[in-house]
């Protein structure tokens, strides 16, 4: 409980009187004194007894919609504040925003319950910026004595979580024909089976080493964490090919294809990286190649493959974000690489500083190479081109992208499981990511089985495993109605 | 909402008083220099009833103390129509010791007292809990009023009454701060948990 500014001017005149009284030496200003006194004593106890009364018959509720959300979406909290009894004291609930969460000022107002009400409510959006769970702080009540000479702030209101999810999806489906993968998708049966690496040397634990390379003993007998160094024991090497184009943006905010390609990029990034494989990173859009990333199994060159990965976007060149139909990604990237030579080895491809220096001799590097008039290939087709001349033998290709250009999809595929390349195909199917009212499920499922009949087709060829890709419900609703039927 | 509250308003917003210490705009009860809060125009029961005990202790000081009293009663009939009952309280002491300058005898002062309580807590018989705001208003002057005979005839001192006072009001105010928060939770009481 405290006083308002009223009531401190009242209690001042009191002490005045009394002060007059002792200056004046006249003890009839100090019965003024104690009428004041009494006055305002006799309103503080009506208010403690009016707020506890209050109190006592207020029912408070907080409704979150929704209760579970992404990062950058809304959730709407819906104050409702409600007394059994009419009202005996004004009563103001200020809802508080939790901490790191946006609430534009204005839209945070009090709900006010006057005297004699019995029910108020107020609403206002909450924006969440980083995923978590977020604990709605408790309300505060603050209740006021109808002569304004008192008031009480209380915290009050039930406990509400809201559960805020990253922008990622949150049950990616690796498998064939709706079969979940067996393993780990990251962990894909490699082409020579057996472990790979041998251990080298040992070194002193740096942060960003795996914590399951840490040699316990001789950690133990020394000081410091000490890891092994492994040394490959064969000359294989992985291609990361990773498609970035317009049609990779299909789907919902946060699971988008491009978002489970990031997802299984990383998983088969981060698996290779166990295993001390060399990995190379191509991501490609639909005009062609848009970084290269030379092979390496150092763990500088895995962070920034990682960072490469997880800051991959669509890409709008040459597309406007929509599905297409197969076919239309086709163009005219020859297959022997040379239109990427316009940019470096390592960094992005496309608008780099030396620009004016590339195109001047792009004519000239380009034109005998030209696939001939009329001969299209795929952005997909010269990544793996360039990838077979960056790693040369026992290669690795790993490919993630959609079913929307699939004539170059199978050329690539046939391009890099030459000379008995290894090629792991990860497909995002556009059945998959089409949201579609429950009538349209079964089209759907039309559009998956045509899917199905491709994918096969791609692991039918020999050294290429083909999967798809894609949210885990979405593959159980589409083939959980066909089974209901 | 507005009935049930004891303060003023005054329909000369616009002249000096407007903005002056005493001035209580309509609703506003948090500004500083706020005395009373008389609801807004047209003045309600309680309103009156404050303006009639007035009323009474203007004619009990005509009766008193003569053309000085009337003087006095129609300053308090003008604070009251300005500003409200609590101004009227406060200036009336002022200017009881102006129209008593050698001092005024018990019986009298009891009387003048009890009027001007009047002027307290009548307006607050037309609000929620009034019986029991002026049951313990009523009590504690009481109460209080005995505190200053015992303090006075004790000490022999006015400034020692005044002192004991002034302890006394803030004991008993801390002893409701502390009940109004225990009865609202923010203070556990420990042995009970055992």
Request: net charge neutral; with cysteine; glycine share 10%.
């Amino acid at each position: 409980m405290r006083p308002t500014r009223r009531c401190l001017t009242l209690a001042s005149l009191a002490a005045l009187l009394a002060v007059a009284a002792v200056l004046f030496d006249r003890a009839a200003l100090l019965a003024g004194t104690a009428g004041l006194s009494a006055y305002l004593l006799a309103t503080q106890y009506a208010f403690a007894q009016a707020s506890a009364a209050a109190d006592g018959a207020l029912e408070f509720a907080v409704a979150v919609s929704p209760r579970r959300t992404t990062v950058g979406q809304e959730a709407e909290v819906t104050v409702t504040v409600e007394s059994s009894t009419p009202s005996p004291v004004e009563v103001t609930v200020t809802p508080q925003a939790p901490v790191a969460t946006t609430v534009p000022a204005s839209e945070l107002s009090p709900a006010r319950l006057d005297l004699d009400d019995r029910q108020a409510r107020v609403s206002y959006p909450v924006g969440f910026p980083v995923a978590g769970t977020y604990e709605l702080p408790p309300l505060s009540v603050t209740m006021t004595d109808a002569a304004g000479l008192f008031s009480t702030t209380v915290e009050r209101g039930p406990q509400t979580d809201v559960v805020v999810d990253p922008r990622m999806p949150s049950h990616v489906h690796v498998g064939r024909g709706g079969e979940a993968f067996a393993s780990v998708y990251g962990e894909y049966e490699g082409a020579h089976g057996g472990s790979s690496v041998e251990p080298d040397r040992p070194r002193t634990y740096r942060p960003g080493d795996p914590a399951k390379r840490i040699d316990w003993k001789m950690t133990a007998r020394r000081d410091e964490p000490f890891v092994w160094e492994f040394e490959s024991d064969t000359e294989r090497q992985t291609a990361l090919v990773v498609d970035h184009g317009a049609s990779m943006g299909a789907g919902p905010p946060g699971e988008t294809k491009l978002d489970f390609a990031r997802e299984v990029g990383l998983a088969l990034s981060n698996a290779a990286a166990a295993r001390a494989e060399t990995v190379g990173l191509y991501t490609v859009d639909d005009e062609g190649l848009t970084r290269r990333e030379p092979t390496s199994s150092a763990n500088p060159a895995h962070r920034k493959r990682s960072d490469v990965l997880r800051n991959l976007a669509v890409s709008t060149a040459g597309g406007n974000g929509e599905s297409s139909p197969p076919g239309r990604r086709s163009g005219t990237a020859g297959i022997d690489g040379r239109k990427q030579t316009r940019t470096r080895s390592g960094g992005p491809l496309r608008g780099s500083a030396a620009d004016a220096f590339d195109g001047r001799l792009r004519a000239f590097l380009d034109s005998p190479k030209r696939p001939p008039s009329g001969q299209v290939t795929s952005p997909l087709l010269a990544a793996v081109g360039a990838a077979r001349r960056d790693a040369g033998s026992a290669l690795e290709t790993l490919v993630i992208t959609d079913d929307s250009d699939r004539e170059g999809i199978r050329r690539a595929v046939e391009a890099a499981s030459r000379d008995r390349g290894q090629v792991f195909v990860f497909l995002t199917p556009g059945a998959l990511f089409e949201r579609s009212s429950l009538a349209s499920i079964e089209a759907a499922y039309e559009r998956y089985l045509d899917f199905e009949r491709f994918r096969r087709g791609l692991d039918a060829l020999p050294g290429v495993s083909a999967y798809e890709v894609g949210p885990g419900d979405r593959v159980d609703e589409i083939l959980g109605h066909r089974r209901r039927q | 909402m507005s009935g049930g509250r004891d303060g003023p308003s005054t329909r000369h917003g616009d002249g000096w008083l407007a903005g002056g210490f005493l001035r209580v705009p309509g609703n506003d009860r948090t500004e500083m220099g706020l005395l009373d809060s008389r609801p807004s125009l047209p003045r309600d029961r309680s309103s009156f009833a404050a303006g009639a005990a007035t009323l009474v202790v203007a004619a009990s000081l005509t009766v008193i103390s003569g053309r000085d009293g009337i003087a006095v009663g129609l300053v308090l009939l003008v604070l009251w129509y300005l500003t409200g009952p609590v101004s009227v309280y406060v200036v009336a002491h002022l200017l009881l010791a102006l129209v008593f300058p050698s001092g005024v005898d018990p019986v009298t002062l009891s009387i003048l007292e009890t009027e001007l309580l009047g002027v307290l807590v009548l307006p607050i018989g037309w609000q929620r809990d009034a019986v029991r705001r002026v049951g313990a208003t009523l009590l504690l002057s009481l109460a209080f009023a005995g505190v200053l005979w015992v303090g006075h005839r004790g000490f022999r001192s006015t400034w020692a009454a005044g002192t004991l006072l002034v302890l006394t009001c803030l004991g008993v105010g801390y002893v409701v701060y502390r009940y109004s928060r225990v009865s609202l939770g923010q203070i556990h009481d420990e042995g009970a948990s055992t």
